[in-house]
């Protein structure tokens, strides 16, 4: 059975002859409100007029659609573009604005619909190209995010690197300087040979 709601609904007809009635169970925020080609992500469970339920979406993750498109039966466009995000209402839909004198798979010819329904969230529509570009900087952001990472992990797990003339490099030379040079053309032959003459004084 629908729950029970305060019994003031607002009531809609459009010029076709459409009829909704909507009944607030618990206030939005009145503050957004779904427009044309808005996507609305509803929680619902649907309702015959004499309380068997045809219909729901609750376990199956959230019904969204765009307003406007005829995505879904009229009442179900007309009552929600009333609501605001957060809102949660008993929609009464006749049956012209339901789904008429076609009877679908749970539901009899002629019905009166009724549904429970939340609407958790509205957003704006993206289009294809701006889709694109969303698409680009979240995988581009994702790979700067793992090169970060490669960063990291190789500065941490570098070796240490012996630079070029470091403390051995001066050991061995003083050694080297010490021997006496193996021709009097080396480079280190007029060091030698000072250090000889300071010796004899």
Excluded at 30 to 43: L, N
Excluded at 138 to 156: D, E, N, R, S
Aim: hydrophobic share 35%; net charge negative.
């Amino acid at each position: 059975m629908p729950p029970k709601a305060p019994g003031k609904p607002r009531i809609l007809e459009n010029e076709e002859g459409h009829r909704v009635e909507v009944d607030t169970i618990s206030k939005g925020n009145g503050k957004t409100f779904p427009a044309f080609r808005d996507i609305c992500s509803c929680d619902y469970v649907g309702y015959l007029k004499d309380g068997k339920k045809f219909d729901s979406n609750l376990g199956r993750g959230p019904f969204r659609f765009a307003c406007g498109y005829g995505n879904v039966i009229p009442g179900m466009d007309m009552a929600v573009r009333t609501m605001s995000q957060g809102e949660r209402a008993l929609i009464t839909i006749s049956p012209e604005a339901g789904y008429g004198a076609v009877a679908q798979e749970d539901i009899p010819a002629n019905s009166t619909l009724i549904f429970d329904l939340t609407l958790k969230n509205v957003e704006k529509p993206v289009s294809k190209t701006g889709q694109m570009v969303k698409d680009f900087f979240k995988q581009l952001a994702a790979v700067m995010v793992m090169y970060a990472f490669i960063g990291v992990y190789l500065y941490m797990n570098r070796k240490p690197r012996v630079q070029a003339g470091g403390e051995e490099a001066i050991v061995a030379g003083t050694e080297t300087l010490e021997e006496e040079p193996t021709s009097m053309f080396s480079s280190d032959y007029d060091d030698w040979e000072t250090m000889q003459y300071n010796e004899e004084l």
